[in-house]
């Protein structure tokens, strides 16, 4: 601090290497006059500060922070305070920290010119909750701090940082107008993202067992939402972390409560390049009143493949059959879901969606390895909408009991601009697998009891078979456009030499009697001189077959459920020698269209090869 005897009529004053400007200061008309006037010049220098003085270097106005008599000072003295409190930024640690003054009628000692006293901690804020911080006097809440609306000038966020984050807090946010809640400045790149990590005890061993807790209010207005990226940052890259403790708890939780189902409880939005979401705890209050839907957002943009959100090891609560939005507006997306646990409380009906598709874009979401908990049986896990892919690994999916409403069927829109398409592949190791796109469905059940007869899960022991059924719409369907199974792989160990090969089928005995021109096999090898060779069954017969399926009724006859089947068998011959030890590849497609839901086709997955 700088105490006047009088007023100064001579000499200098710089602080952190920046030269202060005297006026209204020297021949003030008072010692008080003197000091306010010396902490607004001090206040008003945007001059950067000397470098080494702290990790950035900010302008000295946002570095330090003084006031006069008439801003709570003693009579006649300027303070002059350090915005944020290290001991890298005590004079007695960094002499570059100095305050050097030639002024006259100055009371104090040298010592007491200096900075000391600060400790060690956290240098900032996550965000502020007052419109009055700092500098201005304007700042809106959330403007300021590390995750803010401008990048913190307190100290540096470098591409590639670990910003640690105390815990042990609560923030809670109110809102009531229809503005956007949250824009977030530009930082790392997809090399070196920033990530900002919420504290278990790693850092400030008071953290321990200790949980930040962002809580979303909703205050009267439209959405509570947060833009985690803005537009214009094409090459941002963050990850939001929190830690995961032994008991299964989360330590960084973002809670929601919307008080109207019309509204959100919490929307997570990304302009255009997106977060890693990583143990976070994201969940509806769930009272009475408050159940909003969680809105994942990306919009202003089309986004490539590449660029993916992902939600790795969260919990996402959900209450009253709300659902999880996947928004675009317009524009193509993708999420992706990683070992997480998706939890519905107070639900007393089967929700007809969980994950809601609003745009009419091509779209992935991908779900590995992810937990639904708390559903009603008979629940629907997706809305299909739009040229959608929907990928489905290792997750258990409880009493979600339907994928969605089928795609299957969905002809040309009046315009006959595009075909709204959507994938569904679903799949578990030595497990369930399905796959769907409009044209027909195929998929593997190890708890529906299918007919198998010869082909073998990844385990050697257990058999399989790929069921199959096709679109009721027969205008879908034709030689050009017909539905292909998931491709069968086998190795040619019979070296270079024509193989002969046939592939075992099933058809319900309802449907009309399978041909050459509507269900046929694509055969694609790599012949003995090294050409790529494709050849069709297309138009050849099709013929009976005597093989034992299982199971088989007292007549012989495969049954699935109440329903029997009639044997089929598709054989061939390779035009050429198929060169040793080379993959041969089976693709079956059928064009002839199912009356109902319920008329499948089972294949063996395992056609025979020998030499021709």
């Keep these: 601090m700088i105490s006047f005897s009088a007023t100064p009529t001579s000499g ?13 200061v020297l021949n003030a008309a008072s010692a008080d006059a003197a000091a306010n006037a010396l902490a607004t010049n001090i206040n008003a220098t945007t001059t950067t500060v000397a470098t080494g003085v702290s990790a950035g270097v ?12 008439s801003g709570g ?12 409190g290290a001991t890298s930024l005590n004079h007695a640690t960094n002499p570059l920290c100095l305050i050097a003054t030639t002024f006259n009628n100055v009371t104090s000692n040298a010592a007491s010119h200096q900075f000391s006293g600060g400790v060690g901690g956290c240098w900032g804020w996550v965000w502020n909750l007052e419109t009055a911080l700092g500098v201005a006097s304007s700042i809106i809440p959330t403007a300021y701090g590390v995750i803010g609306s401008s990048r913190p000038i307190g100290g540096t966020v470098a591409d590639g940082d670990v910003v640690h984050i105390r815990a042990g807090k609560l923030v809670a946010f109110t809102e009531s107008t229809s503005r956007e809640f949250h824009t977030m400045y530009q930082c790392g790149t997809p090399q070196n993202p920033v990530e900002f990590r919420v504290d278990d005890g790693t850092v400030w061993t008071a953290d321990a067992g200790q949980n930040l807790v962002f809580e979303f209010n909703y ?16 090459n941002s890259q963050v990850i939001f972390s929190g830690a995961k403790y032994a008991n299964g708890t989360r330590n960084w939780r973002w809670i929601g409560n919307s008080n109207s189902p019309s509204n959100y409880m919490c929307s997570l939005r990304w302009l255009p390049t997106p977060a890693l979401f990583k143990n976070l705890h994201i969940e509806d209050a769930g009272t009475a009143t408050n159940n909003g839907a969680l809105r994942l957002m990306q919009a202003g943009v089309t986004l490539p493949a590449s660029k993916c959100a992902v939600f790795e090891d969260c919990f996402v609560g959900l209450a009253r059959n709300r659902t999880i939005q996947f928004r675009q507006a317009n524009y193509r997306g993708k999420v992706r879901f990683i070992g997480c646990h998706i939890d519905m409380k107070l639900a007393v009906a089967p929700a007809d969606v969980v994950i809601e598709m609003t745009s009419g874009q091509a779209n992935i979401v991908e779900i590995i390895g992810t937990k639904f908990t708390g559903f009603v049986s008979g629940s629907t896990l997706f809305s299909p909408n739009g040229r959608t892919l929907f990928y489905i690994l290792n997750s258990e999916l409880g009493n979600i009991t339907k994928l969605g409403a089928s795609a299957m069927g969905r002809d040309l829109l009046a315009s006959e601009e595009f075909v709204w398409v959507n994938q569904v592949v679903n799949s578990a190791q030595k497990g369930y697998f399905f796959y769907e796109d409009n044209l027909g469905q195929a998929s593997w059940d190890p708890n529906s009891n299918q007919p198998v007869l010869n082909a073998l899960l990844i ?18 369907l ?14 040619n160990t019979l070296g270079d030499t024509p193989i002969q090969y046939a592939l075992e089928f099933l058809a319900d005995k309802t449907l009309p009697a399978p041909t050459g021109s509507t269900i046929w096999v694509e055969c694609l090898y790599v012949d003995s001189t090294g050409a790529h060779r494709t050849e069709s069954t297309f138009g ?19 049954f699935f459920g109440a329903l029997t089947y009639n044997k089929h068998r598709i054989s061939a011959s390779t035009s050429a020698p198929v060169k040793a030890g080379t993959e041969v590849t089976f693709v079956v497609s059928v064009c002839q269209p199912s009356s109902n839901a319920a008329q499948f086709y089972f294949f063996d997955p395992s056609p025979s090869m020998g030499a021709a």
């Design 12 to 24: 200098t004053i710089s602080v952190c290497g920046v030269t202060i400007s005297t006026s209204g």
């Design 58 to 69: 900010p302008q000295l106005r946002n570095m330090v922070f003084a006031r006069g008599p």
């Design 73 to 84: 000072a003693p009579s006649g003295t300027c303070q002059i305070m350090m915005r944020v």
């Design 219 to 234: 205050g009267g207005g439209l959405t509570t939402a947060f833009n985690l990226v803005h537009a214009i940052h094409q």
């Design 459 to 476: 385990d050697g022991v257990t058999k399989t078979s790929l069921r199959a059924n096709t679109t009721s719409v027969s205008s879908l």
């Design 478 to 491: 034709s030689r050009t456009s017909a539905f292909r199974l998931p491709p069968i792989v086998k190795v």
């Design 540 to 558: 050849g017969a099709i013929a009976a077959s005597g093989v034992s399926w299982y199971p088989e009724d007292v007549s012989g006859s495969p």
